[in-house]
């Protein structure tokens, strides 16, 4: 932030995150996970960057004093006591609505949490507890909050910090530090321009002037409603992000190859069923996985580091994934694999016979698949690349789709879900499993060997194409969060983490009633 109240950036800008040539007035600036706010003077937020789970829907927020901001979602403080929110709600970081009249005076905001400090300096957390983060109801006489990615520290009357949390690499060994400056850590932003000479900051047990209000986002599965205004106070305002909402985030918990399966647990291990007879099922040692792929007859797996393991065939290098880093999202193709950096950038490994791995030219990329011979990649701006075999014109069809937020590929051809819940494919359509004119409110879409399925927002499914083994028989399923398909058979995770399976079986792939525990992705 530059005297004139202009702001700079620099590093990585996958996501136009830098691009804060527009903003003016700010007295403070905030990044989050590849998106950044700035909080003008006169308590309204700017906002650039990455959008897909809403995190930008700041542009109705006013009278904001303080601003913090989460790997995928917003918060904000406002002088009248009230406390805004948008963005992802994973982990119930959003549930806000408890927070009114509760005498918040701070608020920040961690990777998948956030924390609150009252004005009589007890503090209260929300979200994602995995790592005990949230775990701040017996403290007191704090003065100042800082949520990290998964632990909270703070600032106590006397100088003294107190922290719970994730302490693996000692983040949380704050017990011996004193005299930590106790100033004006309360002083709103956008009322006292901290370009000024700072006044005497509000007195730590004094209420808030009138009624808060609290704005939430809803994950796009649930529906938007404008919740009616009190009889005192200001109005409930439930926002909906508006581009492109249903956006895949990179996370996959069931995946499937020709003759095998595979689901990744909670607790960040896989299982697998089928066929091991190239070791693509050799998965059981494996830890901290985030997401898991499968093709033919290999699986990758996504480490929490951003590493990637693999196992099975290799017969085109497409295993050849060890010097992969800073990876978020994983696709394994019939003979190649790709995988999607967190700037956006993607890289890939394996069969290239006709350029399906030549993608080291792409940026802005939010969202990857890997077909037979065929790579695509969703930019984030809801428009679609693809590189390699381009049997019946199909990547030349892709140029012109928009407001895209997932895609699949199967032999010959790409499907594409639009952000209002129909579905476009282009390609070979033997057994016109691309007239998929009749479909809607679909959240999610897969790709088989010649069927497609497509996930509703009730959680049923529907399917079209080839049904040969019965991959197609999902009409009774119910209460399914994710599905995934790849050459003759189809799987559906439902939400209580069973998962549910149609179609080929001589394997055995479709044995996966043994599964339980199987990670939910984010919505």
């Not at 004193?178 to 100033?183: C, K, L, N, R, V």
């Not at 607790?267 to 050799?282: F, H, K, M, Q």
Request: aromatic share 6%; net charge negative; proline share 3%.
């Amino acid at each position: 932030m530059k005297s004139d109240g202009t702001v700079v950036a620099i590093g990585g800008n996958s996501y136009g995150q830098c691009n804060l040539a527009s903003f003016h007035d700010i007295v403070a600036v905030f990044a989050g996970g590849g998106f950044s706010l700035a909080l003008a003077k006169d308590g309204t937020v700017q906002s650039a960057g990455r959008y897909d789970e809403g995190q930008l829907n700041v542009g109705a927020w006013d009278l904001v004093d303080r601003v913090s901001t989460g790997m995928n979602h917003s918060v904000a403080l406002q002088s009248n006591g009230g406390v805004v929110a948008c963005g992802e709600n994973k982990d119930g970081q959003l549930d806000l609505m408890g927070w009114t009249n509760t005498n918040i005076i701070n608020i920040s905001a961690g990777y998948m949490h956030i924390v609150g400090l009252h004005g009589d300096g007890t503090v209260i957390a929300i979200g994602q507890n995995d790592q005990r983060q949230c775990e701040v109801s017996n403290w007191s006489s704090i003065v100042a909050v800082s949520a990290g990615g998964t632990h909270t520290l703070g600032l106590k009357d006397d100088g003294t910090v107190i922290a719970t949390g994730d302490d693996k690499l000692g983040q949380c060994d704050v017990s011996q530090w004193a005299d930590i400056w106790t100033g004006n850590h309360v002083q709103p932003f956008a009322t006292q321009d901290p370009r000024i000479t700072p006044t005497l900051p509000p007195s730590l047990t004094s209420a808030p002037s009138s009624t808060p209000i609290a704005t939430l986002f809803l994950t796009p599965t649930q529906k938007p409603e404008i919740t009616k205004s009190p009889t005192k106070g200001p109005t409930i305002t439930i926002a909906k992000p508006t581009q492109p909402p249903n956006l895949r985030t990179g996370e996959e918990s069931i995946s499937c190859g020709e003759f095998f399966t595979i689901g990744l647990r909670k607790n960040g291990t896989v299982v697998s069923v089928g066929d091991p007879t190239n070791g693509e099922c050799n998965v059981g040692a494996w830890k901290n996985i985030v997401s898991i792929s499968a093709c033919w007859s290999y699986s990758l797996g996504l480490k929490s580091d951003g590493t990637v393991l693999a196992t099975g065939l290799n017969d085109s290098q497409q295993l050849n994934v060890s010097g992969w880093r800073n990876i978020v999202s994983i696709c394994a193709g019939f003979d190649h694999s790709v995988g999607l950096r967190s700037n956006g950038t993607v890289i890939a490994t394996g069969d290239n016979s006709h350029g399906q791995c030549n993608v080291s030219d792409w940026v802005g990329i939010v969202s990857i698949t890997a077909g037979n011979l065929t790579t695509v990649g969703l930019r984030s701006d809801g428009t679609v690349v693809g590189v390699g075999i381009n049997n019946y014109g199909m990547l030349d069809s892709i140029k012109s789709w928009h407001n895209i937020t997932a895609i699949d590929a199967g032999e010959h051809f790409i499907v594409g879900l639009k952000a209002d819940g129909t579905v476009v494919a282009v390609g070979a359509s033997p057994y016109g499993e691309c007239n998929l004119g009749e479909w809607s409110n679909i959240v999610d879409v897969a790709a088989g060997w010649n069927h497609i399925v497509g996930l509703k927002a009730d959680g049923t499914v529907v399917a079209k194409g080839d049904n040969s083994y019965g991959q197609c028989n999902v009409a009774s399923w119910k209460n399914i969060v994710a599905i995934a398909t790849n050459h003759e058979h189809t799987i559906g995770l439902r939400e209580d983490g069973t998962v549910v399976a149609a179609g080929r079986n001589d394997a055995e792939q479709c044995n996966v009633s043994s599964f339980s525990n199987i990670r939910v992705p984010v919505s």
